[in-house]
């Protein structure tokens, strides 16, 4: 099969290269998928699960990506729930071959059914920000109506979802970026923007709720701003400090079925939009996935 793979930790996207890879065959409780499309997320170059397994044992040339959607080809023993020839969306797991691959295995519990009325494109683009978004939201950050929420990089693929489901709920959405994003962050559903170029973010004062995925001295400044019993919920870096009178979260997003089915019952009731900025074939990807080719908003591989 076609798949992107990376051997060089040192190297980024750079040291992405389309290769020829064994077809992946179908563990215990696992299920082969035909990728349709892929998402990606350019730190997963950094993360130590991307060159080794579980054990520590080095698995490099290895498969980037993680975000998918396709249709089951392959079934592991023991594996029940899903059947050959359905449509799913999911994760792969993080220290195994990943999605930007004409096939995949991946861990049964990993996915969810996908609609025949929702795209692939669009399931590629769910997982991630999708999941990390709604537990952000309502898993850490214990967001209910009436509250104030301060959304950093709310034109991007998470703080998009995260603006809208924030608004949904009943909060008041303030999204943050630069000049260029006030347009889409407010598209989504920001009721007001910050510039973090020109604006002074102090002048936001008090919120109930950060989301941060930006780290640094924008999340260091963002801490002063959460008022008495409010949180700070980061998917960057584990914050400096603890607000006064709140508490800060890190967290690494989770595979979780039941919060994928709600996702996406809400992008088929047409409740929830994902920000889709490219999509480009696999035989491009690694040049769509180049930092000097980023865009604001997710990049979508489509494979098969």
């Given amino acids: 099969m076609k798949a992107i793979t990376v051997t060089d930790r040192d190297a980024g996207t750079a040291g992405m290269r389309l290769t020829d890879q064994p077809e992946p065959s179908a563990a215990e409780n696992d299920v082969v998928v035909r990728v349709h499309a892929s998402g990606f997320t350019p730190g997963e170059l950094t993360w130590p699960a991307t060159w080794t397994d579980r054990a520590g044992h080095d698995r490099t040339p290895s498969i980037p990506g993680h975000e998918l959607a396709g249709v089951v080809t392959g079934l592991g023993y023991g594996t029940t729930g899903i059947s050959v020839g359905q449509r799913v969306l999911g994760l792969a797991d993080w220290t195994r071959d990943g999605t930007l691959a004409e096939y995949v295995a991946v861990e049964a519990r990993n996915l969810a059914p996908l609609p025949a009325d929702v795209d692939f494109v669009t399931g590629a683009s769910l997982p991630i920000s999708g999941l990390t978004a709604w537990q952000a939201l309502f898993d850490h950050g214990r967001l209910e109506a009436g509250q104030t ?7 991007g693929g998470v703080g998009s979802v995260v603006t809208q489901l924030a608004r949904e709920t009943g909060a008041y959405v303030i999204g943050t970026g630069r000049t260029a994003d006030r347009a889409t962050a407010t598209d989504f ?33 963002s801490i002063d701003l959460v008022r008495p019993g409010g949180t700070l919920v980061s998917i960057a870096e584990p914050p400096a400090r603890q607000p006064e009178g709140g508490r800060s979260v890190f967290f690494v997003v989770e595979v979780d079925r039941a919060q994928l089915v709600e996702i996406v019952r809400r992008v088929r009731d047409g409740r929830l939009r994902t920000n889709v900025a490219a999509v480009r074939p696999l035989a491009e990807a690694v040049e769509a996935l180049n930092p000097t080719a980023r865009v604001a908003g997710k990049t979508i591989i489509t494979i098969a």
């Fill in 189 to 221: 559903g920001a009721h007001d923007f910050v510039d973090l170029g020109t604006d002074d973010l102090a002048a936001v004062g008090h919120v109930d709720l950060v989301l941060d995925v930006i780290g640094g001295e924008i999340a260091d400044r």
């Fill in 149 to 155: 929420v301060l959304v950093h990089g709310a034109a």
